[in-house]
């Protein structure tokens, strides 16, 4: 059973645009919630996160937004470049439940095409 | 550069041996964790070491073990390999017991033939 997940394996977006990539979490016990980058050869890369006391946290070009009752989070880059272009792990954790490790999507692999 | 370092990059060994993959985490980071990424997969938790003892276990098969040594650096244990282990292993630390920014090393390519 999927605690997290990430139903779009695939995302194209032109360079310049929103890229939009979304993300659905079952356990209410999550509180701490996080976007990892990963490209090939090389171990996912920590992006941004969000504590459950917020909705939105946001890191120059990237803002991650959250909505509890729905229990989804959203990763937008603006504006999306090249350099983007990678797999994208949502990934979620009980900080204050019991020090859970972090439970990932199986990724959405963004291309942003120039 | 993560600051987590993972040995060897790359391993290709037959079924039914036994392999250990090594893992040095971030200097001053007590929480060391491995995850396995199969194709297609997500990454999947194995299991997570705080300072020398083992705190959680996740999907990790019986053949598989590992450790934390009092350096802090972790080493996992596969044995009685199948076809089915060949994945990715990816170990992260981190500096407290909630994994809260773990951070990862570029992981073990595992090929088992």
Same mark, same amino acid.
């Given at each position: ?7 779009? /394996? ?7 645009? $929103?890229?939009?990539? !979304?993300? @659905?979490?079952?356990?209410?016990? +999550? ?12 171990? /996912? ?7 459950? $006391?917020?909705?939105? !946290?946001? @890191?120059?070009?990237?803002?991650? +937004? ?12 603006? /504006? ?35 | ?113």
């Amino acid at each position: 059973d999927q605690q997290v997940k990430q139903n779009s /394996p695939s995302l194209s977006v032109q360079e310049g645009r $929103i890229s939009i990539l !979304n993300c @659905d979490y079952t356990n209410s016990m +999550f509180d701490y919630f996080l976007w990892y980058k990963k490209y090939p050869a090389e171990g /996912p890369t920590f992006l941004i996160s969000i504590s459950s $006391i917020k909705d939105k !946290n946001e @890191d120059g070009r990237f803002t991650v +937004f959250l909505n509890k009752s729905a229990k989804h989070l959203s990763l937008h880059i603006v /504006p999306s470049q090249p350099g983007d272009s990678a797999v994208y792990f949502c990934a979620a954790s009980g900080v204050h439940s019991g020090n859970t490790p972090l439970v990932f999507g199986k990724g959405t692999r963004l291309s942003v095409i120039a | 550069d993560s600051g987590v370092t993972q040995t060897p990059k790359h391993l290709i060994t037959a079924t039914g041996q036994r392999v250990t993959l090594r893992c040095s985490p971030r200097s001053g980071d007590l929480s060391v964790y491995w995850y396995q990424q199969s194709l297609d997969q997500g990454l999947q938790f194995l299991i997570h070491y705080y300072n020398g003892e083992e705190r959680a276990k996740g999907n990790i098969l019986e053949r598989f073990s590992a450790q934390q040594f009092p350096d802090l650096h972790s080493e996992l244990n596969l044995s009685s390999l199948e076809l089915g282990d060949s994945a990715l292993y990816f170990c992260a630390s981190s500096g407290a017991v909630g994994n809260t920014e773990a951070f990862f090393g570029q992981g073990t390519r595992l090929t088992v033939v």
